[in-house]
C-alpha cells in the first residue's frame, strides 16, 4: 500500500471523521427517548410508537431537496448549519410543553440529519483517493455507529436526574460541537483543493470523484439531468442499494417482534442488539480494507447473503440464546457492509452535480429503509410473522446475485469503467 495513500486517509481523519463521530453522540442519545418522552407529554403507546417514523419520515421527504441545498451552498456551510439547527430543534424537544412541539423537533432534527448525512459524504467522495475511498467511507460509518453506541451511555444518568426530555440536551451540545468543528475543520472543494492535489496525495484520477478546481463556478446541474444521464447505473446498482437499505431497517423490524413472540424481555432484546452491536462496531475498518484490496462485490454481495440467511433462519429460532445466535450473525453481515452504500454512491458520483446524484442515492437507499417495515407488516397481517421473516429475506437474498453481475462493471479499480457513472 503507498505510503502517500495512507498519509492522505490520515489527513483527512480529523475533519472528514470528527463532526460525525460528535453528532451521532447526540443522535444516539435522543432517539431511544423520542417514543418515552412522547408517552410523558400524555401520547398513547400507539401515538408514541407513531412520532419514532416522524424523524425517518423527515428524512425521507428531504433527501432529495437536501442534494439541492449542499449544492448551493457547499458542504461546509451545510455541515455546519444542519448541525446548528440540529442543536435547535433538540432544544426545543428539551423544552416542549405538548406533543404537537415534540413533533416539530422530531421532524427538524430528521431533516437537518439529512443535510449533514449527505455534505459529510459529498465533502469525503471529493477528497478521498480511489485507493482508500472504501477505508474512508466504511470508516465514517464507523465512526457514526460508535456514536450511536456512546449516546445513550451519557444521556442515561441525565435522564435519571433530570427525567427523560433532558435526554434531548446531550444532541444540543453534540450539534454545536459538531457546527464549531465543521466549520473550523473543514474546506469546500472551491476553497484551494485541486485535482492535482489528489492525485498527488496517491489518488487516482478520474473524473466522477474529482474535486473542483479552485475557483470553480457553482454546480449548476439540475436534479432532472442528473437522474437522466445517470440513469443506467441508478437502475442497476442503485436498485441493490434499495434492497441494502430495506436489509439494514427490516433487521431492526423483525428481531425485536420476534423475540417478543417467542417470550423474550425487552430487556433481553435490548442486550441481543447490544451484543449485535458489538459485533458491527469491530468490522468497519476490514470491510473497507476487503473493497479496497479485493472490490466492491466481496463485500455487497457477502452482505445480503449473511442478512438474507439470517432473516430467513430467525423463524426457526425459540429461545433467548438462539434469538441472539441469529441477531449477532446479521449483526456481523452488517458490519461486513459497513460504508458500503456510501462507497458506491462515491464510485458513481460524478464531479457536475455530485451533491444532487448523492441526493438521489440516499433516497434510493431510504426508500428500502421505509419499504421494508410496510413489508414486514403486510406479509404479517396476511400470513404471519415467520412468513415475513422469510420473504424478507428471500428479497435480500435475491439483491446479492443482482450486485454478483453488476458491481464489477462498475467498479473503479477496473479500467474502463463505463461512461454512465461519469
Aim: overall charge positive.
Amino acid at each position: 500500500m503507498p505510503a502517500a495513500d495512507e498519509f492522505s486517509l490520515r489527513s483527512i481523519a480529523l475533519p472528514a471523521f470528527g463532526p460525525t463521530a460528535v453528532w451521532s453522540v447526540g443522535v444516539g442519545a435522543a432517539l431511544p427517548v423520542v417514543a418515552l418522552s412522547a408517552r410523558d407529554l400524555g401520547a398513547s403507546v400507539a401515538v408514541a410508537a407513531a412520532f419514532v417514523l416522524i424523524e425517518g419520515m423527515a428524512a425521507f421527504a428531504s433527501s432529495l431537496p437536501a442534494g439541492s441545498l449542499v449544492a448551493r451552498i457547499g458542504e461546509r456551510r451545510a455541515l455546519a448549519g444542519a448541525a446548528v439547527v440540529d442543536a435547535l430543534g433538540a432544544l426545543l424537544a428539551v423544552v416542549a410543553p405538548n406533543l404537537w412541539t415534540l413533533g416539530i423537533a422530531i421532524g427538524l432534527m430528521g431533516t437537518t440529519g439529512s443535510v449533514f448525512l449527505l455534505a459529510r459524504q459529498s465533502w469525503l467522495t471529493a477528497r478521498a483517493p480511489v485507493r482508500s475511498r472504501a477505508r474512508a467511507m466504511s470508516t465514517m460509518g464507523g465512526v457514526q455507529r460508535v456514536g450511536l453506541f456512546v449516546g445513550p451511555f451519557l444521556s442515561a444518568p441525565i435522564i435519571a436526574v433530570w427525567g427523560t426530555q433532558a435526554a434531548y440536551a446531550v444532541a444540543v451540545v453534540a450539534g454545536l460541537l459538531a457546527a464549531v468543528w465543521a466549520w473550523f475543520g473543514l474546506r469546500d472543494p472551491e476553497e484551494g483543493v485541486s485535482l492535482a492535489g489528489e492525485v498527488a496525495s496517491g489518488g487516482v484520477a478520474r473524473p466522477e470523484g474529482a474535486v473542483r478546481a479552485a475557483g470553480a463556478a457553482p454546480d449548476r446541474v439540475g436534479l432532472r439531468d442528473v437522474v437522466r444521464s445517470h440513469r443506467r447505473v441508478l437502475l442497476t446498482i442503485g436498485l441493490g442499494v434499495l434492497v441494502i437499505g430495506a436489509a439494514r431497517q427490516g433487521r431492526f423490524v423483525i428481531v425485536p417482534l420476534w423475540a417478543e413472540s417467542v417470550g423474550i424481555t425487552d430487556s433481553q432484546t435490548a442486550l441481543i442488539f447490544g451484543i449485535a452491536g458489538g459485533a458491527e462496531v469491530l468490522l468497519f475498518y476490514p470491510a473497507g480494507s476487503v473493497m479496497d484490496r479485493f472490490g466492491r462485490v466481496w463485500v455487497a454481495v457477502p452482505f445480503l447473503l449473511v442478512l438474507g440467511v439470517g432473516m430467513v433462519l430467525l423463524p426457526l429460532t425459540h429461545g433467548f440464546a438462539a434469538v441472539a445466535v441469529v441477531s449477532t450473525v446479521m449483526g456481523v453481515g452488517n458490519g461486513i457492509g459497513s460504508g458500503i452504500v456510501q462507497t458506491l454512491g462515491a464510485d458513481a458520483a460524478p464531479v457536475a452535480g455530485r451533491a444532487k446524484f448523492l441526493s438521489v442515492w440516499r433516497f434510493l437507499s431510504l426508500l428500502g429503509q421505509n419499504g421494508a417495515p410496510l413489508l414486514v407488516s403486510g406479509v404479517t397481517a396476511l400470513a404471519g410473522l415467520g412468513p415475513a421473516c422469510v420473504v424478507l429475506g428471500l428479497l435480500v437474498l435475491g439483491g446479492a446475485p443482482w450486485l454478483a453481475r453488476w458491481l464489477p462493471a462498475y467498479d473503479p479499480r477496473r479500467a474502463g469503467v463505463p461512461s454512465a457513472v461519469r
